[in-house]
């Protein structure tokens, strides 16, 4: 065919396709005269040089070379006007048309760009002066469209088609494959404005492209490599369903292109230096469409701003492509709208595709964001989102992630960087925000440091039937989320919880109020929360850590009976991994619970140190009682579920201070609590802290084991003041305290110390006890080297109770109280500290096993002014009852026991219950000792008692000294009622009462208890001390009780008025029986003189006996030496040689005058000492002197014999013997067997 029927032909077929495709057959008879529009061919393709013939409003372009698939088309000016057109025609079998502009200006597209013919081919434009599309630029183009400014485009080695060296070009027939810029103008730029709808015809020739700014046909590609492409002023970029990529290179070098049918990607070198990219001014860029399409962004710098974006997803049918951008430097999007979006939209079905970025630095501000979502009414899972850089920054309401609203799964979110993730005011989310059914998808976050502030938050929630997403952060450094920033990776309806593990290689901290939270939704599991760091990890000011089971969500199966609300599940666990320090401060918590069934998830802390305060709490928690209050890291699990454990290591300290709590409950109707395991160097429990584990329900509290290797210390209380409704002033005291607690039919659990010290001051206290109905739990203490147990919260405004330091069991219900058993070296209770194992209700009191190597001291009292009690509250070691429940049982194994000023150790009962049983078992000392410094009347006492009307307990004492002094007591007696006195057995080698001691079993109005004393050698009563078994000192009935002494010898001072006496009121006096070798000072006597006395009378019953066993018969003479009769020669015995001088030559000897020396080392000089003066001998009486040796004769004398005892004769004369008399009535006539109150005769 020649040129002129090749030009007919083109006109002819050109024609029919406007009246075919439009019908506007009149509009072109109108038409104006054509103008060129400045497109000018070249003639670097010689005969094949390009042809441009104007039809009207448009510039056909036909001629060209062609090479097989390709059309080389060569110009020297190509710009397109305002409101005009310009058609490549495409032969049939051309693929590609490949246009070239080889002058030096740019490019400027204003109108319409666009391909018809016998095929649908690519079409490129290259100008490597850059390309500048108008706002009303369009594209109406078969195939693909690639606008470069490129030098030229070329066949791997085989040549190029070059626009800045045509004359050296090479036209081949095959798919080019790379774009040469070899040297680079600084105007080699394209630039896109073009916000155009409606082409120069108002219609389309390729098709519906009815999207704003540049498009191609849905499922081709569009790509603009610089230079720097820039999209401004609302330029717009559109493949639908296809692939855009936007790039270029800032220095000579090669862009890889790859053809994949409709489908052109470029492939840049590692090393590329790249141009940039920007979108700016509503500017976007578009392949959401039918089947979804990518955009590839390869730029050294790319930034977005005021609204610019890329946009990718899928509509209809179909997944969605990818996002891709490669920025080597810097990223930036700014503003609200702006951004990088994914998504499917509504009523579509089909999966979101992917964001992926690689940047050196990216930055988001200003409310920008990169998404990958669902819209509603869908179904389809979001695409993932990827971010890799050095550093990251986003702030002022930035949004990073995946969201899906329709039926699907959120996509994953991974963002990493070498340097810092900085986030302020900004979210990365993987949610699933919509009831349907759904994932949250997982966030991964690596860097160098990562910092979340202002309300930053990472959302991995779930709404509706859906899993919470897992979060994992990891940092070289250090992790910091500040003001209220949040980890989230709950399911809020029903759904399991994320899992959440944060690791960091120094610290991490949480500050004001910033929470991880992993619950789970109501019939579901909650997550794990696992945070491990290097250095220190702290939550302060409100930030939680929750990883309970939330339940009770619209969703959530509600029975027909409208009664109750279903939810199951089990909350996460939270590991906790420190190389320094864990600190948890201001009211921040650990939450891991269900609230209607399953199971506590476990909390686990391993670190140097940790650190609760300001309301920072451990806390286990099960079943619907919730305890108030609750600012704590809490573990929950709901009824019929069990609560989990807690485990907290550390090498150095825990501290709790300031109502800090560890604690492990388990509510009504619920399963066990868990246990609590604490192992450090030294635990410290100060101002109302506490670490409890218990139950209110039916079944049992957890354990609690503590080993401290130093030191545990419990001290202190947290106040809480107020004013009532009627305007009283009141102070509530909570004090700090290690326990282990039912308040229902369950049991306590066991509460295990092991230390070399454990503290307990200043209302401090360590209980295992029995509130209801449930037994208390076991109290084991083991320190090695002391327990103390001492002070009070001194105050005078207490309306709850007192509150003084507490070591022991208790029981306030029908619960048996635990026992406590105490190992240790030394233990030390005063200023009101007790040891406890009491009960107040109907349940027993406990077994208090007390075995100190060194010592036991129960030292003073403490006073007492409070709306329920005024006077002074003794130290007190005790088993004691407060209603109808027996009291318990005390054995104290030790060396010594000091029970001094007020103090006292006792077994008690002051309801209906039983008394209890007191054991001491002290193999060096016993000695109870004065009275309270500020209240003479209330005494130091060892006692087993009851003021009700049960018999007081039994008190057994053995020891090597028993000392009671001062009015001190040692008693086992019935205080009020008819109950019985206790027995009172005393083995020891020495005893001794002084200063108005007592040793007494006395009642009001039973029967008195017994004493029996076992005194290997003597028993020593001084100044009105008493020993006693009299009954009924209220004027009432009851019999003395029985007095058994056996003991070497049975001393008192006549005068002194110390009594022994088994006496009654209206009963029968008591028996009394003493064996002895001698009883010095006391005698018998029929009623209680000043003297000291012996007694066993009835004021108005029967009087009592006394019988007495002396165990030596004496002979006077058996083993004594008569001493010699004869005076001695006192001048015999003078040594002359000692005269002065003479010192050297003998031995001394020195007189120090009259009176010089006590008689006693133990006694001082008196002050009447009379002082003589020495006297000197005469110089001749010196002289006369002569030193003569002095010889004596040996004498062998009888052996001395100790004297054993003595014996009063017939006439008065007192003689000592040899050996212990036996008594018999006819050698004491004075001292007789009586029976009662009768002499009985031989």
Not at 356 to 379: H, K, M, P, R, Y
Request: aromatic fraction near 4%; charge should be negative; include cysteine.
């Amino acid at each position: 065919m020649n040129n002129k029927r090749a030009a007919a032909t083109i006109r002819q077929s050109w024609c029919w396709w406007l009246i075919g495709g439009f019908g506007v057959l009149s509009a072109i008879a109108s038409f104006p005269d054509p103008t060129l529009a400045q497109i000018t061919p070249d003639d670097t393709l010689g005969v094949e040089r390009s042809i441009v013939t104007p039809f009207g409003q448009i510039d056909i372009i036909q001629g060209g070379a062609i090479r097989g698939i390709n059309l080389f088309h060569s110009f020297g000016e190509f710009n397109i006007d305002v409101d005009r057109g310009v058609y490549f025609f495409s032969p049939a079998d051309i693929q590609n048309i490949l246009t070239r502009v080889t002058d030096q200006n740019p490019s400027y597209i204003l109108g319409t760009l666009g391909t018809f013919g016998d095929s649908t081919p690519n079409l490129f434009l290259i100008n490597p002066n850059g390309i500048i599309f108008g706002q009303g630029a369009k594209l109406d183009v078969g195939g693909s469209f690639v606008a470069t400014t490129a030098n030229g485009i070329g066949w791997d080695n085989q040549g190029q088609f070059s626009a800045s060296q045509p004359e050296t070009s090479q036209l081949l027939t095959i798919n080019p494959n790379a774009f040469f810029f070899n040297q680079l103008s600084n105007s080699a730029e394209i630039v896109n404005r073009s916000t155009g709808t409606v082409p120069v015809f108002g219609g389309f020739l390729n098709g519906s492209l009815l999207e704003q700014g540049l498009q191609v046909l849905d499922g081709k590609s569009l790509l603009l490599i610089g230079g720097d492409v820039r999209l401004e002023a609302g330029g717009r970029l559109n493949a639908l369903g296809g692939h855009i990529e936007l790039g270029g290179l800032a220095v000579p070098g090669t862009i890889d292109l790859q053809v994949d049918g409709d489908v052109l990607s470029l492939n840049f070198t590692q090393d590329s230096r790249l141009s940039d990219v920007s979108l700016a001014d509503d500017a976007r860029v578009s392949v959401r469409g039918i089947g979804g399409g990518d955009i590839i962004v390869n730029t050294n710098n790319f930034r977005a701003t005021n609204e610019g974006r890329l946009v990718a997803g899928t509509e209809g049918m179909g997944d969605g492509g990818d996002i891709t951008i490669n920025a080597n430097a810097s990223i930036d999007l700014n503003g609200s709208g702006t951004g990088v979006f994914n998504q499917v939209i509504q009523e579509s079905t089909g999966n979101g595709g992917n964001i992926v970025i690689n940047t050196n630095s990216f930055s988001a501000t200003d409310g920008a964001s990169v998404l990958a979502g669902v819209q509603t009414n869908t179904a389809g899972d979001s695409g993932d989102v990827f971010i890799k850089s050095d550093r990251f920054t986003a702030s002022s309401g930035v949004d990073i992630g995946s969201i899906v609203f329709g039926a699907g799964d959120a996509g994953d979110v991974r963002i990493s960087a070498s340097e810092a993730i900085e986030l302020t005011d900004a979210d990365i989310v993987a949610y699933k925000g919509s009831s349907s059914t759904g994932n949250a998808g997982n966030v991964a976050i690596n860097a160098k440091m990562i910092r979340f502030s202002e309300e930053s938050d990472i959302f991995a929630v779930s709404y509706g039937i859906g899993n919470g997403g897992n979060v994992t952060v990891l940092a070289s450094e250090a992790i910091t989320f500040s003001e209220n920033s949040d980890i989230l990776a709950n399911s809020i309806d029903i759904g399991n919880g994320g899992n959440v593990t944060l690791n960091a290689g120094d610290t991490i901290s949480f500050s004001e109020s910033s929470d991880i939270v992993t619950a789970g939704g109501s019939i579901a599991n909650s997550g794990n929360v696992t945070i491990q760091a290097g250095n220190t990890i702290s939550f302060s000011g409100n930030s939680d850590i929750d990883t309970g089971v939330l339940g009770f969500s619209e969703n959530s199966p509600i029975f027909t009976n409208n009664e109750s609300i279903e939810t199951i599940g089990k909350s996460g666990n939270v590991t906790i991994k420190a190389d320094g320090q864990v600190i948890f401060s201001g009211t921040s918590d650990i939450s891991a619970g269900s609230i209607i069934r399953g199971d506590g998830g476990d909390i686990n802390i391993t670190a140097h140190s940790l650190l609760l305060r300001d309301g920072s709490d451990l806390l286990t928690f099960s079943g619907s009682a919730l305890p108030m209050d609750i600012d704590s890291i809490l573990i929950e699990n709901g009824l019929r579920g069990n609560g989990g454990d807690i485990t907290v290591r550390t090498t150095e300290v825990i501290t709790l201070d300031n109502d800090s709590q560890i604690s492990a409950f388990s509510g009504e109707d619920s399963g066990n609590s868990g246990k609590i395991l604490i192992e450090t160097g030294r635990l410290s429990l100060r101002n109302g802290s506490s670490i409890n584990a218990a139950v209110s329900g039916d079944e049992a509290a957890g354990d609690l084991t503590i080993n401290a290797a130093e030191s545990v210390e419990v001290s202190g209380a947290k106040l809480v003041s107020g004013e009532t409704s009627n305007g009283e002033m009141f102070s509530l005291f909570f004090p700090s305290n290690i326990i282990t607690t039912t308040f229902g039919a369950g049991d306590a659990g066991d509460l295990t110390i092991n230390t070399d010290r454990l503290i307990i001051r200043d209302g401090g206290r360590v209980d295992a006890s029995a509130l209801v109905a449930g037994q208390g739990g076991i109290l084991e203490v083991n320190a090695s080297d002391l327990v103390e147990v001492s002070g009070y919260i001194p105050t005078g405004s207490i309306v709850d109770g007192i509150q003084y330091s507490w070591l022991g069991t208790s029981s306030a219900g029908t619960g048996i109280a635990g026992q406590t058993r105490i190992n240790t070296g030394r233990l030390i209770v005063r200023n009101g500290g007790k040891v406890l194992a009491s009960t107040i209700g109907e349940g027993q009191g406990g077994i208090l096993d007390i075995n100190a190597s060194e010592s036991v001291e129960v030292i003073g009292t403490i006073p007492v002014d409070s709306t329920i009690f005024t006077g002074f509250l003794p130290s007190q070691i005790s088993t004691e009852t407060l209603g109808t429940g027996s009291a318990g049982m005390i054995t104290i194994d030790t060396g010594k026991l000091i029970v001094r000023d007020g103090a006292e150790v006792s077994v008690r009962t002051t309801g209906e219950g039983q008394g209890g049983r007191l054991t001491i078992n002290a193999s060096e000392l016993v000695e109870v000792r004065g009275t309270a410094l500020d209240n003479p009347q209330l005494r130091s006492k060892i006692t087993s008692e009851t003021s009700g009307d049960q018999d007081a307990g039994n008190l057994s004492i053995q020891t090597g000294q028993l000392i009671v002094s001062d009015r001190a007591q040692i008693t086992a007696s019935s205080r009020q009622g008819i109950g019985k006195a206790g027995d009172i057995e005393i083995d020891a080698n020495l005893i001794q009462l002084n200063q108005q001691g007592e040793l007494i079993t006395q009642t009001e109005s039973g029967d008195g208890g017994n004493i029996r004393l076992q005194v290997d050698d003597l028993l020593l009563l001084r100044n009105n001390s008493t020993i006693s078994t009299t009954a009924g000192q209220a004027g009432a009935g009851g019999d003395g009780g029985n007095i058994t002494i056996e003991a070497g010898f049975v001393t008192g001072i006549p005068t002194e008025n110390s009594d022994i006496t088994a006496n009654a009121f209206e009963g029968r006096g008591g028996r009394i029986d003493i064996t002895t070798q001698r009883i010095f000072g006391l005698e018998f006597r029929e009623n209680l003189t000043p003297l000291s006395d012996i007694t066993a009378s009835s004021e108005l019953g029967i009087n009592g006996e006394f019988n007495l066993e002396l165990l030596t018969s004496i002979d006077p003479n058996q083993g004594l030496i008569e001493l010699p009769t004869g005076l001695v020669d006192a001048e015999n015995l003078i040594d002359r040689s000692c005269h002065a001088g003479g010192a050297a030559l003998a031995s001394s000897f020195t007189i120090t005058g009259r009176g010089g020396i006590p008689a006693s080392p133990l006694d001082f000089l008196s002050d009447d000492v009379m002082v003589s003066d020495w006297v000197t001998l005469d110089t001749d009486t010196q002289s006369e002197l002569k030193e003569e040796p002095v010889t004596s004769t040996p004498v062998q004398p009888k052996p001395i014999i100790e004297a054993q005892g003595w014996v009063k004769m017939p006439d008065g004369t007192i003689i000592l013997t040899a050996q212990a008399p036996r008594a018999t009535l006819s050698t004491m006539p004075e001292i007789n067997t009586c029976k009662m109150g009768k002499r009985v005769e031989d």
